[in-house]
């Protein structure tokens, strides 16, 4: 990302890979015949595709107004040519990479000499489209103080409904290669904007401000609306088309980026480049930010449960640990008792051993879940106790050094928990049939650990439970990230998603130890909960369901208010609880207190079931 964050270091290692390896410009002799009669304008570098047709060429003299320099990250300005032709397939603006910090001011006219090249952010094999840019450059200024190009507005007119062009199946999928049309995609309209002057006006935030000082906006009010302001991800194909992500030129340091939620406005006009990052695609990189007005929006709070209802909650409180400030325990704490009204049963996700990220060989997570009840009962909260199976050294992903775990917490003034030999963290749970009535051989006791599915991930914790006499299944995940996965802005159209072919085996993992449970006792009451990392709609939740052994309980909301993460401005479901058929009345609740906001004690909004067994 071209940015002053921390993501900018990284970056600039790409820059100097791409530039070393010819990636970003060709060779210098590939120069040869790219001088014409005809001066090279910026549209002509540009060109009706992705890939600029003089891509690894040298060219020279090519004039344009300076319309925003970047002093950090990746170095450079933007230029735009003034006289535009009449093919609004071709931008009129492109990025100068002068790697050393620019000596161009704005509202300079300059002629720019250099070679041409598609540099991609992130590598070759992100995914990600490139952006077209001269480097190496030698810039001579003409004059100064000159009036920029008027402002394309984005909005939602000018920002086509379908989201993007089918790949071409003779190039793997790409759309690099296809001639732009930015009248019917909302990509190919971005594309042939790239590196020019755009503008924005009031658009509603939709991505709270992140810690990279950067934020989301949607240019159409009415896509795919939130119950709560956000745009709902609903379907492979609800990409949201008017999402844009929104940074600024000025350095941190001299001017701090707005904090904005979900729901709040950016107000007046917000006007700068279009860039194009590998952390959002598509970005306003703003040298005239409009103004944040706050909405009303704040943390929801759930319905306690009645006496005859079991309350059951997931939530994932990203990488807790010892090493955490206390006020990051207070404020997960808080929010159980508080949000969460003190659920019987939560099943939490990354909590990580009693020494974090220090990479010792500790497995334990005694410490942790010791500091994190004790912050449970000091905000009011029950005298929660745990149930967990520490996981073997570094076989379940996360972050090195962390083992990081699903683990149960109980109220046993409400529930009591069935100890049945705990099992180890290689030792699989099975299903038993007593007195007519199903049981696991290891409660606690995890799900198939020796299956391929779980290499190098969270292995599912099964845990048998009673209230008022009735027995209650508890599985809690946490499946495979969605990590290596290619962005919505991906040139290839659809974007590749491997990540899923993990996810499917271990959701039919998870999905056949149920039905051993439903086989055993038709009329079991079975909850598998967690971070699934996959959305109602997908294949995964599919097959987790399949056979009618569960049923997704989100789905049980209005669409405007299925989500539990936010992700590049795309509120989505990453957090479930699914039912077996013999749960069949009860109260779902997606519990907002953490996607939407700046400040977050986690980036996952917490799940809670009530019903009763």
Partial sequence: MRSSHPRSAAVAALVATALATGLLAGSADAAEGAVSADPIRIHDIQGTTRISPLNGKQVADVEGIVTGVRTYGSRGFWIQDPNADDNDATSEGVFVFTSSVPTVAVGDAVKVSGTVGEYVPGGLNSGNQSVTQISKPTVTVVSSGNALPEATAINEYSVPAEYAPAGDPAAAGSINGLTLEPSRYALDHYESLEGMNVKIGT??????????????????????????????????????????????????????????????????????????????????????????????????????????ELAVATYNVENLDPTDPQEKFDNLAKAVVENLASPDILALEEIQDDNGAKNDGTVSAEQTLTKFTAAIAAAGGPAYQWRTVNPEDKKDGGEPGGNIRQVFLFNPARVSFTERAPGDAVTATGVVKEQGKAALTHSPGRIDPANPAWADSRKPLAGEFTFRGKTVFVIANHFGSKGGDEGLTSHHQPPVRSSEAKRLLQAQAVNGFVKEILAAEKNANVLVLGDINDFEFSATTNALADGGALYPAIKSLPKAERYSYVFQGNAQVLDQILTSPAIKSFTYDSVHINAEFSAQNSDHDPQVLRFRP
């Fill in 203 to 308: 658009s509603r935030v939709v991505g709270a401000t992140d810690p990279y000082s950067e934020l989301w906006v949607t240019v159409k009010g009415w896509e795919n609306t939130a119950k709560r302001g956000g745009t709902i991800y609903g379907s492979y194909e609800s990409q949201n088309t008017g999402r844009l992500q929104i940074q600024q030129l000025a350095p941190i340091a001299q001017q701090p980026f707005p904090v904005a939620n979900v729901g709040d406005r950016l107000t007046g006009t917000t006007e700068g480049p279009l860039d194009f990052n590998q952390f959002g695609g598509y970005t306003l990189v703003a040298r005239t930010l409009g103004t944040v007005k706050a909405g009303t929006l704040a943390p929801e709070k759930t319905k306690a449960q009645a006496a005859n």
